[in-house]
């Protein structure tokens, strides 16, 4: 009984369209054009790599899209028990119609060639979308994104600041920041100056969030201009920067974009908990690692002080979702934001989301996003979100509790798609 | 067949009378009064301000009893998805005849208005003990309470100790402090000894443990008569107190209180992890939240230095239960205390307690207490724990481990009802 | 339906023989000689203590094993809810026909008899073996043994460090390394060629890892020669050692160590977490706790700079298991490796091997170990592991992603055995 109640739910949970509030896909080019950009996630490579396969060979010169796949397919079987070996058979299967249940040496090729073909269609990411049931998606904008040559209604402009707030002692950024905004960033206004005219360019473009994401040792305080002028100051200088000065110019930056977030009336999103570069050897995009010994009590003067900024956060270990959960159940300006990155396993989302649907008021509560690269992962990706939240409404609300079907249904849509919509929506300026 | 082993479970554990070993009952005034009483509790308030009614409302001056319920009922439906809100509803239908599963703008007139009538009974207390099986509630008292006026066989008296270990630099606590024990605190010497009156009065009085709530950075280490003398002669005089000379005066009188707890044999509780005022602007009680990186090893020196005391020791986060588990199964003196606060919502409840149940000598886990203001919280609080514990016993003591039914009900009896009896009263003086 | 297939599941997961890749056995007296030897081990009477048994009466000089199972008998009650009383009651009911489901005063005294007389069979360990379908068992080896005198194939050596690593300022430390390496350790050069006799030992006798436990404040990083020096200088020196050159002697041992496994090629079993004699009134072997607050970015230096090394890492506590699921993820040289101790129980074992059945490559798990003291307890374990392994397997591989039943063992074998042979042979020399 249970699993049929289990299918229900995910049935009425799969008939409504949506928006992915989360991704990284590149606008221009949102679908996949071969296998290799599925395959290719690094979500594949890098446990293709860990479970063997040399570096070397994944990111070799001139290796072509087709030879990459075989390379991947070929070593495909150590992975195949993992959930993201499932999201890839997910996608064949209801994209590529491919009917068998692994990827061998000997089927990827007739895959291959016949997705290809597939993907070929003038109109495939607009099939995609359709399929997915998906009428936009956020993307993940560099800071200096012309955000032209695409649909913003679909495509939503988001605006991407790691790179101001850890990365202004490197030249090229603070080029592209005097390029995109027209000001040389010497000191606290100017700085300060030329963030302004991001927010005017991204607001001017539809965007409905500023985000970022955090190193577990980042605890934000604001900076007075004159300290931030001194350390803006030794960081333009170049050379070797103190871990104080960065800290102050990080601080400074951050905290200046949480500014331009309340008077733009953007919600922030938080991503918190992120090491780069841990594994140094690793495959592109699969160096970063974490440690889990991180606390929201690091955020406690941002949310004192910015009671009018949304911040949607994410923590990348499922240890710190019950901070999470009780600081979305204290504080008006907390919302709970998807299963992100390491955590966006089933254990996890699984304890992780049940626990939030219990204790966080219900419209404070961003299900799901992807965090997808290519449009094809929001289909297997929001499926398995929607099976896990389907059997926590079956388990916890309607057996447990006694709540009707329809009643578990509308709360489960609210957290997948009335939350974004208004969460998203309601700051805009 | 498994729900309805839980169900056969569930209605032994509730057919039997029990002791609630933590709230924070007023033994003058214990049931409540109307709506706004329960409606009140600090848990509604702080999820209506955070799903977006603003604390001026909620506390706004002047407010009626009924306009403050209607206000809150009005903006119920955001926390309708919360166990929480399952507590009301189920005191609604189980006290006061409500048939709908729902609080809106609609009902909570009626609601209203028959449950205040309901309540006026001259017995209305002694109702809500006998309907939900309880024939004795632990108090948090203040260390001055007079403990007068009410039946202590009851309402248990427990003597609460925060404000003697951290709040002794304010003149008005010291006050209260020298008329309550008729000592003034000048020096390690008077504080012992108020301290030892304060013990006398309350043993005299049916005390059955000592309590506190402590900040994730407390480590308790005992400190000489020296120290002690100087960090209170400088915390006395008044003035900016240094973090060094207030914790040396926290350590001191803490451990003081412990050599008491082994002296008059009254078990201490310690409640881990709270940090206090994190949302300064959040409603009355509303407003506490925590930093999960504490670890049971501060209390090392302290579990060791008094192994004639019992420690039942409860953590605010599920991440701390694993350690709890792990310490009341080595230590003698540590007991594994209910599910606090912010871990008292059936995931944590879920995942903490099978932990316990599958760990700890069943003698040494008190499985829950309902840590509420009013009475009627008992009820739905206990069931939602009888319902966990149900689960737990079928699924992994009936199913998983062969056990029979009435093997795993005595086991939920001794967590739920026994232990509580054998652990605060085996030490008694 | 679901329990079915958990027990169609578990059947075949019970029908193939396997190593069991950790324990403490003693391969000259592998078997249980009597029930002292089995209800002695730690497990038993640090809970029996806990729930209140005296030290002085479970270590009382003179008992005799009789009396010893007697006593421990006497004080059953207490912890028969947990589940390592399951595995009691499993090994006495599997190995010695006892028929009941708890062992009581009364019945304790047959059980004693009769199994002393089965336990005298001179085949004995063999028949444990064979019942529990193991063909081996890894050892725990001190790095003086002489590893003579038993089947290697069956009792597989492996080099344990930690009295190197940590107790290396010890005399009679010392001692015994120079008399099993031939060769005084007066500076790095001596150390580190004393090491490599014991590695040339080892491997000379079938060793098959290197293997360590680790306290949660560890951190390794390389040392020079020239600071290996100084610090082995004033350990040796004797009198009170700082804790910068413990750490630095610590270091250097443990680095050495590294690079004698990646020249060895033998796997490094990284035991991660445990504090020792926290509870120094605990009885023997029932006195180490923890801090949870531990990370494996503690060990990015190290694991970047041996990929030639595989660590088989375990985690002492469920919170960071989270991490050892991404780190093996994304490190080719890590794989997870059982589940250690405290969080050696159901709740734990669940969320924990879910995770990384999920996540992590199926060929870089090593599913269990039974880290048994006496043969007999491998048998219970295993069993518990594979109940909770069938449940996954069921529950999110058949019913979840519909896998079939074949495939699902397929998976099951590999953690529980095929893995051991690949990881632990693959690297040998």
New interface residues.
């Given amino acids: 009984m249970s ?1 049929e109640l289990r299918q229900t739910i995910y049935d009425s949970l799969s008939s409504f369209d949506f928006v992915d509030p989360h991704t990284h896909i590149n606008a221009l080019q949102p679908a996949a054009k071969n296998l290799a950009d599925i395959l290719g996630y690094h979500y594949y490579t ?2 293709a ?4 396969l040399a570096r070397t060979q994944i990111e070799a010169d001139g290796l072509s899209p087709k030879e990459k796949v075989g390379l991947l397919a070929e070593n495909f079987a ?7 070996a ?1 999201w890839f058979i997910e996608i064949a299967r209801e994209f590529f119609g491919f009917t068998e ?1 692994r990827l061998t040496p000997d089927n990827w090729e007739s895959l291959y060639d016949h997705s290809e073909q597939v993907m070929s269609a003038p109109d495939w990411s607009q099939q995609v979308l359709k399929k997915s049931r998906l009428t936009g998606v956020f993307l993940t904008n560099d800071f200096d994104d012309p955000l032209a040559g695409f649909d913003t209604n679909v495509y939503i402009p988001c605006l991407r600041t790691d790179d101001l707030v850890f990365h202004l002692s490197k030249p090229v950024v603070r080029e592209r920041l005097a390029k995109a905004s027209g000001t040389e960033a010497r000191n606290a206004t100017s700085v300060r100056n030329a963030i302004t005219k991001l927010f005017e360019h991204f607001c001017a473009n539809g965007a409905r969030a500023c985000a970022i994401s955090l190193p577990p040792t980042f605890a934000p305080e604001p900076v007075a201009d004159g300290a931030a002028d001194a350390a803006l100051a030794k960081v333009l200088a170049g050379g070797d920067v103190s871990a104080e000065h960065a800290r102050t110019v990080s601080n400074f930056v951050f905290w200046t974009l949480t500014q331009h977030c309340a008077e733009f009336r953007l919600p922030f999103d938080l991503m918190i908990g992120v ?1 780069r570069a ?5 495959v592109y995009q ?8 991180v ?3 690091q955020y ?1 003067r941002l ?2 002080a910015f ?1 009018q900024v949304t911040f949607p956060i994410s923590v990348l ?4 979702n ?2 999470l ?8 300006n907390v919302v709970t934001n998807g299963h992100w990155w ?2 966006n ?4 989302i699984e ?1 992780d989301a ?2 939030r ?8 509560q961003i299900g799901y996003y992807s965090d997808m690269y290519k449009l094809e992962f929001a289909l297997p990706k929001f499926n398995m979100y929607k ?1 896990i939240l389907a059997k926590i409404l079956a388990e ?2 309607v ?6 079907e329809t ?1 578990a249904i509308e ?1 489960g849509t609210k957290v997948l798609r009335d939350n974004t919509a208004q969460v998203f929506a309601a700051n805009r300026s």
Same sequence: chains 1, 2, 3.
């Fill in positions: 699993l890098e446990l790599h860990s479970a063997g150590p992975l195949e028990n993992t959930i993201q499932s249940d090491n841990v594994y140094r050897e690793g699969g160096q970063d690692l974490y440690d889990s010994r606390s929201l009590i406690q949310l004192n009671p270990a499922s240890v710190t019950q901070e959960v009780s600081y979305a159940w204290i504080f008006p390491y955590s396993t089933p254990t996890y304890h049940r626990a649907l219990e204790a966080v008021p219900q419209t404070k099976r916890q609300f057996q447990a509790r006694g709540w009707s009643r709360l």
